[in-house]
């Protein structure tokens, strides 16, 4: 809802929150920003490309070849290679913490413009829990916020065709989207909805003036459409780019394997079903048909919000204006007190404008340069990465191939690269749809497949670094085939009962027996 502010230089509650969630990524990044070792890949990827000045051909992480480099968001590795390369771990943080806060400020200032202050803070109380679980340093935070960009331009544009030249910024943006993340094929998706409920409304229009409208957005959605679908060409896996998502969601491999791709479950998720009662709640209360928009994007994002968990996020995103229209609806139904009590918070500043929007950058610029001078926390945590254990193997050379659990690989690529090689890391496309054998193969052996000791010799295995708590881990510590000469709370390195490794197993496997004999 329209309000001014007495301040109007002052942050209004929409800067307020931007501030305060800045504040809150940046100073618990353990938790949120570098929970996911998937970061630390991406930074190292694009360290790589700006080391080449170009795309390597192929991969050079991995021992196992030949295996294609993965291209798809090279941009947005080239980008946090460059920020870590001026500015560190912390550089990586400021940035993807300004731009979560920025992107769900800026859904809150579209909240607030649909309702009064005091639903406009129940419903983004709402939409945060189901949003925080993939709050990552990692390329698809591009995708919310180019997502919340296009519904954005278009929706204005649907209600008023003055807002025509916004519309003409989409093929820019999905250039840049398309090799950022390949997320870009929603918002490709975004306006085909739009041009397609236009088109429905200029066939079945009862009004002829209202009807020549729709017919007027459509044609100009389409040339858009057209633009936004000649600009996502100019990526370097070209044509492949459309074909990706599809290839990824539809192989078993990934969908029953990778955590983040798995199906929603409630029992984890409480907050995402408490979202959808909300809106099936208000939806009910207000006895109001869904404009048929709504509808088209809505039932879309909600299939793969099920169908694949780390979509919620971008369901909770769309879906918070819709659910914020009809909360309004429900309010202007209400009793007249309550109506009163509402309507007394209107002056109360929520929307952004320039001039305070520039206060608060400015503001977060301060404290981004106290978290920079100020916090001097370790920025990754030991029980999620394995720090001990690489620093172990930097003060040891241990030789041969490795095989090693996948988020470790993405961490000792990060860190321990070139010197070490992996077998596998968290490029799932790499390791799986351009080289399906090595995934299947890391499957197989990391579920005790009874193929699973040759495969290792099939790879020439030499030592492994795994899970502290994996099953393999613990059926390795009972083969006399295999030595550990390493393990913290997470890790394990075992080495093979080799007379190459004869040194290592007898300086730490024998000291490490004889202290689990000492627990006993």
Not at 133 to 151: G, S, V
Not at 335 to 349: G, I, Y
Not at 388 to 395: G, I, N
Request: hydrophobic share 50%.
């Amino acid at each position: 809802m329209k309000n001014r502010s007495v301040f109007p230089w002052l942050p209004p509650v929409s800067g307020i929150f931007f501030l305060a969630l800045w504040c809150t990524l940046l100073f618990n990044h353990t938790r949120f920003l570098l929970f996911d070792a998937d970061t630390l890949l991406h930074i190292k990827a694009g360290e790589v490309i700006l080391q080449f000045r170009g795309l390597p051909k192929a991969n050079l992480f991995s021992f196992v070849s030949p295996l294609p480099w993965s291209s798809h968001e090279w941009l947005s590795q080239l980008l946090t290679g460059t920020i870590h390369t001026w500015a560190g771990l912390r550089g990586i943080m400021i940035f993807f913490s300004f731009l979560i806060a920025f992107t769900y400020a800026w859904l809150f200032h579209r909240i607030s413009q649909k309702t009064h202050l005091l639903p406009s803070l129940v419903i983004i109380s709402l939409v945060l829990p189901v949003s925080i679980i993939h709050w990552l340093a990692r390329p698809h935070i591009f995708t919310l916020f180019f997502c919340l960009l296009f519904y954005d331009f278009l929706d204005k544009y649907q209600k008023d065709l003055r807002h025509k030249r916004l519309l003409y910024l989409l093929p820019i943006v999905t250039l840049l989207w398309v090799n950022l993340h390949a997320g870009y094929l929603l918002g490709v998706m975004f306006l085909g909805l739009y041009l397609l409920s236009n088109l429905f409304a200029s066939v079945s229009g009862q009004r002829l003036d209202t009807a020549s409208e729709s017919w007027i957005r459509a044609k100009f959605l389409a040339m858009i459409l057209i633009a936004c679908l000649t600009a996502s060409l100019f990526n370097p896996a070209g044509t492949w780019m459309f074909l990706f998502p599809f290839q990824f969601t539809s192989d078993k491999l990934f969908t029953e394997n990778i955590v983040e791709v798995l199906s929603t479950d409630f029992r984890r998720f409480p907050a995402f079903e408490i979202f959808l009662f909300a809106m099936m709640g208000v939806l009910l209360y207000s006895k109001t048909r869904l404009a048929l928009i709504e509808i088209l994007l809505l039932l879309p994002l909600l299939h793969l919000s099920l169908q694949f968990r780390r979509q919620m996020p971008l369901f909770a995103l769309i879906a918070a204006p819709v659910l914020a229209k009809y909360a309004n609806r429900c309010i202007e139904k209400t009793d007249k007190r309550l109506r009163f009590f509402f309507h007394a918070f209107q002056n109360v500043p929520t929307q952004l404008t320039f001039k305070n929007l520039a206060v608060s950058f400015l503001i977060a610029a301060v404290i981004g340069a106290l978290f920079v001078l100020k916090d001097k926390r370790p920025l990754l945590r030991e029980d999620r990465h394995p720090v001990k254990a690489v620093e172990f193997l930097k003060k040891e050379s241990l030789s041969g191939n490795l095989f090693n659990d996948d988020e470790f690989g993405d961490f000792l690529v990060y860190a321990a690269w070139p010197k070490y090689k992996v077998f596998i890391d968290g490029r799932s496309d790499v390791y799986g749809m351009q080289g399906a054998e090595v995934c299947r193969d890391y499957v197989k052996v990391q579920g005790l497949n009874p193929e699973w000791e040759d495969i290792l010799k099939k790879y020439e295995i030499n030592w492994i670094m795994i899970r502290t708590d994996s099953a393999l881990s613990v059926l390795l510590k009972t083969s006399k085939r295999w030595h550990l000469i390493y393990t913290d709370k997470i890790a394990d390195i075992f080495v093979k009962d080799l007379s190459a490794n004869r040194p290592l197993i007898e300086k730490y496997a024998s000291r490490l027996m004889t202290k689990a004999g000492t627990e006993t």
